[in-house]
């Protein structure tokens, strides 16, 4: 059990957890010490409860990234080594799933980031697990935690946007292939090169759904008939506005609502045209995320700077921007999700000296307006906040 002198944040031990009661406005965070602390401290994983009452719940091999937290938040998955590892938190045990979970492919197929595997719903039990072969064909499997495979939901040659000689078509983000399960546990969305489809748990497809754009990927639920999708829109893909400025695809992604019911997708952000403003990389519009809180709206985009997004908030006809918090400039702000009646946001902080930096959670209104720190606020170079997760369903 760690305490200040460590470089962790006031917490009650594991066994005052309530295991039960976590669900919906919990957080689990997985949280570092800042360098001052001792290089060889671990990071640990803390569980924050709706009235902002912080537990420890584990400390966590340092470095390990987690790929998801099951719904009744008792476990978390992550790649470890090579392997996909379940961690009861409860119970202090691990699962390391077989390497059985490659079928047969060779190990030219690849499974080395986030968002690539995530446990089945409502119940978690199970996992689905992307594979993909360099870029260029991809799989999407349902395992039990033994390794076998109890459903083939995809497996196809991956397709580019645009010509195989334009490198841009390669990058994260254009050949994705995302799913969201929905909380019945019998359907599954997906989006590949394709388009956007609504299958069986067994791979069965069930409709085409409508793909109002190319280079979809989803993000989470928008309501219990729809998804968010970010999907790029064709007339910019053609447009020499398209990898302007030499990073990424460069822009013209907007948001979508997409119903399962097959019906035309509800546009959510602006239209995006090419022309000297909007093509320009600090006019990019690069969508990847929303939230809706009672009519007001909160939206996440990718810049082609150093921090790498941006964050407004929608209020009827205000619109505010994240600005940082205490002097500290805003710097990759990670939209994480409702909490309450106000949002989450995850955001990297400085010192005000340009020397440390560290992650810090904070609990916001609808407007952006921070309300106060979930985590300390206290500078400590690479330390705070690593990664948080909450209960619901996400691609990140």
């Known amino acids: 059990m760690p305490g200040a002198e460590d470089g962790f944040p006031a917490a009650l031990p594991p066994d005052r957890i309530p295991w039960g009661d976590i669900g919906e406005g919990w957080l689990l965070v997985r949280y570092g010490p800042p360098h001052a602390a001792g290089v060889e401290n671990r990071h640990g994983l803390l569980l924050i409860g709706p009235t902002d009452t912080t537990y420890f719940a584990a400390w966590w091999p340092t470095g390990e990234r ?13 790649y470890r ?8 938190l409860r119970e202090g045990t691990t699962v390391v799933v077989p390497d059985g979970l490659y079928g047969g492919v060779s190990h030219q197929w690849e499974l080395p980031w986030a968002r690539w595997a995530r446990f089945t719903r409502p119940t978690g039990r199970d996992l689905v697990v992307r594979l993909v072969e ?3 064909r991809a ?3 349902g395992l039990h935690t033994d390794g076998t495979r109890f459903a083939q939901l995809v497996d196809l040659d991956l397709v580019p946007l645009v010509p195989d000689d334009n490198w841009q078509t390669l990058g994260r983000g254009i050949n994705d292939l995302t799913w969201l399960y929905a909380e019945s546990g019998t359907e599954v969305v997906v989006t ?7 299958l069986a748990n067994t791979g069965a497809l069930i409709r085409h759904l409508d793909t109002p754009g190319i280079g979809c990927f989803l993000s989470r639920w928008w309501d219990q008939g729809s998804v968010l999708a970010a999907c790029y829109e064709p007339d910019w893909v ?3 506005c398209w990898g302007r400025g030499g990073i990424g695809p460069g822009g013209g992604r907007i948001l979508w609502a997409v119903p399962l019911n097959g019906s035309p997708a509800t546009r959510l952000t602006e239209v995006v045209t090419c022309d000297p403003e909007t093509g320009s990389p600090e006019h990019w519009a690069a969508y990847t995320d929303a939230v809706r809180v009672d009519g007001a709206l909160a939206l996440e985009s990718e810049t082609c700077c150093e921090c790498g997004s ?3 908030f929608f209020a009827g006809d205000t619109v505010t921007a994240w600005d940082g918090y205490q002097g500290s400039p805003p710097c990759a702000p990670d939209l994480i999700g409702r909490r309450g009646d106000g949002l989450v946001v995850l955001d990297t902080m400085f010192d005000g000296e340009g020397q440390g930096f560290f992650g810090t959670v904070f609990q916001t209104g609808t407007d ?3 309300l106060y720190p979930l985590t300390p606020f206290s500078p400590g170079d690479y330390g705070g906040v690593l990664q948080v997760l909450t209960t619901e369903q996400t691609v990140r």
Do not use: K, Y
């Open 66 to 78: 987690i790929l998801d937290w099951s719904p009744d938040g008792g476990r978390v998955l992550s």
């Open 81 to 88: 080594e090579g392997a996909l590892v379940v961690t009861d």
């Open 134 to 136: 360099w870029n260029q």
């Open 139 to 141: 799989r999407l499997e």
């Open 192 to 198: 590949t090169t394709q388009g956007i489809s609504l």
């Open 238 to 240: 053609t447009s020499p």
């Open 310 to 312: 941006l964050l407004h």
């Open 368 to 370: 952006g307006t921070v």
